[in-house]
């Protein structure tokens, strides 16, 4: 079992920027996959940033590229993403996720770990 457990969200005004931490504990001996994902009310949860197990890939959706990165600390077993050039768009919960692999965590699989989410909310 791994737990992840977000932060750093908050209010921004748009063109502003935040970082989020997802801190992973329990099982953190296996390497997995991380990513964020998001839902805004109303609408899907959806992809936005994966990291390899590796660490040597990243993937983001299309409407945050450019804007966002993902990272990690290996050393703290934490996965930060990077949020810039905010628009109201992007305000949603995120939620941080670990899988096997970035393809499976995309899938929204059963067998992926999620946290608890942190709200983000962007103000014009």
């Known amino acids: 079992q791994v737990q992840l457990v977000e932060s750093g969200g908050g209010l921004v005004q748009a063109g502003g920027s935040l970082r989020l931490s997802c801190a992973a504990s329990?099982?953190?001996?296996?390497?997995?996959?991380m990513g964020w994902f998001r839902q805004a009310p109303g609408k899907e949860r959806e992809f936005v940033a994966g990291?390899?197990?590796?660490?040597?890939?990243?993937y983001y959706a299309d409407s945050v590229k450019g804007r966002f990165t993902i990272s990690r600390d290996a050393a703290k077993n934490t996965v930060y993403l990077q949020m810039n050039s905010l628009k109201r768009e992007d305000t949603a919960e995120y939620y941080c996720?670990?899988?096997?692999?970035?393809?499976?965590?995309?899938?929204?699989?059963?067998?992926?770990?999620w946290g608890q989410g942190t709200q983000v909310t962007v103000s014009s």
């Open positions: 996720a670990a899988a096997g692999t970035v393809y499976s965590m995309r899938l929204q699989s059963r067998k992926n770990y």
């Open positions: 329990g099982r953190t001996d296996s390497t997995y996959a």
């Open positions: 990291l390899s197990a590796s660490g040597g890939f990243t």
